[in-house]
């Protein structure tokens, strides 16, 4: 069974950072892509990051710069940290993953975790 937890949210001042994680059980964590999403009540999804099967990384433009995502193989984790944090990163985030090397879309993810919210105060 398929299962993906997020954690690490919380409140932040604008400037400040954070660490979200994402625990990964169930499948072989090394065979799939993982990627962060975050979303906004009443706007879309977007993708923030993402880290392939073979650790090539990608980012929003968004997020260039400020965000790193990494994963660590042997505890089957996923980060994503998150520096010179602004109001508008204030998101529910959640992580998901797909078999393969692509990274996952919001219509190609097989699994996801449940989202962690990141509020960034002014």
């Known amino acids: 069974d398929v299962q993906l937890q997020a954690s690490g949210g919380g409140l932040v001042q604008a400037g400040g950072s954070l660490r979200l994680s994402c625990a990964a059980s169930?499948?072989?964590?090394?065979?799939?892509?993982i990627g962060w999403f975050r979303q906004v009540p009443g706007k879309e999804r977007e993708g923030v990051a993402c880290?392939?099967?073979?650790?090539?990384?990608s980012y929003a433009d968004s997020v260039k710069g400020r965000f790193t995502i990494s994963s660590d193989n042997a505890k089957k984790r996923v980060y994503l940290e998150m520096n010179s944090l602004k109001p508008e990163d204030t998101a529910v985030y959640s992580c998901?993953?797909?078999?393969?090397?692509?990274?996952?879309?919001?219509?190609?993810?097989?699994?996801w975790g449940q989202g962690t919210q990141v509020t960034v105060s002014s």
């Open positions: 169930g499948f072989a964590f090394d065979e799939y892509a």
């Open positions: 998901a993953a797909v078999w393969g090397h692509y990274c996952p879309t919001e219509y190609t993810a097989t699994a």
């Open positions: 880290i392939s099967k073979n650790k090539g990384k």
